[in-house]
């Protein structure tokens, strides 16, 4: 028996409910994974992570191989003895940060030589290598090794498509570790029948789970939604379906209604740090005079330790003086948000209530809500 | 009765081991008090600080007063409820900020008028205004208003002394709560006689508790125990005695051997974020490459959160990239130290062997240890 296993518990239209076993626990999906770039959801001890539910943490292999380095935390143990974190943890493939990170790169057929972003020193990834990295820093979920073009760029997006199918198939030959899911990637921009034509050759892999990237990266949100109802019917309907790097509430609630089962994203975190709250209704710029004096919890319907302890005003002088007390709260509250919209998703599903979960949401947010309400 | 007792359980030498009765819960002495500047241990929660055992935390009048304000905090309940610590809490007066962070100053008798450190705005402290300040902050233990002078400069420090004096009975009759403490400053520099008439004007008075000033502020270590045992045997025998801005873990040892039962210090806290760990056999600089493999935890006989999760190869990876985690986890780290080494000479007075435990942390204790050991 596979190691993997994921189970549909529910649909509600094109929604789904589901459970994803892995070697470190069970994932209940619809899910939010937070992002740990260096082995650390910044700000978070693991604890504060089990405490507000998280079930999944992104790590980036690109920031990881450059430092402290993958062998060092394979001697270590791998990841999850590494940083504490007990649970499931999936590693991208690398590919998307050294399009977007590194500096002077070059890319051919082989695979792609870069400059590190740290040190200007010279680097190669190649499937074969993204795949070795990843089996040294032993997460759950892995990624195949592809190519993320700008979305609007029909040429680029052809030879990168045929790139990433290439990438896929070479990354699947080099998987070695079978306590390891490897996800392959659906690419194809904002062009409907590259994303069809991706998403029938990513199905066709037979891997345990399928990744949609390239989403989220310039394109409108009509755009993305587009492309997700396109390789819906596509995509097989027993494995699970990660957009990678999307996760504003706003995107979690339109994108599991597409069929989207696994997210992540650094907004929360990000945002906490700039001192920005999310809520249902909008978002907080917590350094605003308005709340200043204002006694209320942040969200005062929400249950994570941020809200339950502290006020506005407290929280706004934590950001005022630069405390990274702030960075730290507001992520809590912001990754809680997520995790709880997730889990409420999930249960409307279950529930067969999720189109009217969907439109009180749609109705209730509103972006960039003005201060102090 | 009073809102405050304290209640000597045991001797050893010239160590004492108490309890101090506050409103907001007791203190067993020896005690080590955190810092929170501004309303915060600077990245922990109180549920950490509740979890390492920390009994009593310090705030900055000064800090609090300019940012965001004492009347914000008062209009908030308190610091109690603004910082979300429910346990004891010490204000200073704000003299020492005055005279260590202000742009220009001007002293004389009435007060002290100085420019703020944050904005360049004037403002006037007075024992009278430094009370009332303190009152509307709501800690349980507040401090006269001081004069802290260097520690060499004999003349300035007999002038500053006869204010000092002048400020304390002008705070005594300043303070209208009763569920305040307020404690008298003994000053003098490192001279043997201002100190003894310090501490007789003091004793005089009749605070609940004495604290001890301008130490640590550029004296050597000898002189600093020469004026606490030139002082011991004049401070009365049944009020706590504080000694302000003092809490390596060679001191405390030091001090408590010299009749000191209160501490605090941002030294912990500080050397966290530049990456220092504390043990009680010297320090660590977690950022050395000796620990980028190094498997233990940064302290193998510490029961701490950090030390019980992490190993030192990830702590230092946590530094060299910069992470936020690593202040917090090192600050775990060295409070607990501090605390737990408290709570040990606590139990070594109690035991009627302290001073087999001051002979054994002396030899065991080397500053600056050897990178990887």
Redesign the interface.
């Known amino acids: 028996m596979s190691l993997f296993e994921f189970r549909l518990d529910g649909r509600s239209g094109r929604a789904r409910a589901g459970v994803f076993r892995t070697p470190h626990g069970k994932i209940l999906t619809p899910a939010f994974a937070p992002v740990g770039t260096?082995?650390?959801v910044?700000?978070?001890?693991?604890?504060h992570l089990s405490e507000i539910g998280a079930q999944l943490i992104l790590a980036n292999t690109y920031h990881l191989y450059l430092?402290?380095g993958a062998d060092?935390i394979a001697?270590?143990?791998g990841l999850h003895d590494?940083?504490?974190w007990p649970g499931p943890i999936l590693t991208d493939s690398g590919g998307f940060q050294v399009f977007s990170l590194a500096a002077t790169r070059q890319v051919d057929d082989e695979g792609v030589s870069f400059r590190s972003h740290l040190d200007g020193s010279m680097h190669r990834l190649t499937p074969e290598k993204s795949i070795a990295l990843q089996e040294q820093l032993g997460a759950d979920i892995i990624m195949a090794f592809d190519e993320c073009p700008r979305p609007h760029d029909r040429r680029y997006n052809e030879e990168a498509l045929r790139r990433t199918h290439l990438w896929a198939q070479r990354s699947l030959g080099a998987a070695k570790r079978d306590d390891q899911a490897l996800f392959a990637i659906v690419q194809g921009g904002v062009f409907r029948d590259l994303r069809e034509e991706s998403a029938r050759f990513i199905a066709s892999l037979g891997t345990p789970g399928v990744a949609i990237g390239g989403l989220s990266v310039g394109e409108t949100k009509p755009e993305m939604h587009a492309m997700l109802e396109a390789i819906d019917p596509i995509l097989p309907e027993d494995r699970p379906r990660y957009l990678m790097g999307v996760g504003s509430p706003e995107d979690l609630v339109e994108c599991v209604a597409r069929g989207i089962d696994l997210f992540d994203c650094v907004l929360p975190t990000r945002m906490a740090r700039n001192h920005a709250a999310l809520t249902r209704r909008g978002r907080l710029n917590l350094r605003a005079s308005a709340y200043?004096?204002d006694?209320r919890p942040l969200d005062p319907g929400c249950e994570c330790?941020t809200c339950q302890?502290?006020?506005r005003?407290?929280l706004?002088?934590?950001c005022?003086?630069e405390?990274?007390?702030a960075?730290?709260?507001l992520s809590i509250h912001n990754l809680s948000l997520l995790l709880n919209l997730a889990a409420d998703l999930r249960a409307a599903i279950l529930e067969a209530r999720l189109e009217t979960f969907v439109d009180d949401f749609r109705s209730a947010y509103r972006k960039h809500r003005p201060e102090g309400e």
């Open positions: 260096q082995a650390t910044k700000g978070l001890t693991p604890r430092r402290p060092r001697a270590l143990g590494f940083s504490g200043a004096e006694p330790y302890t502290f006020t005003a407290y706004r002088h934590l005022v003086a405390e990274m007390l960075a730290t709260l």
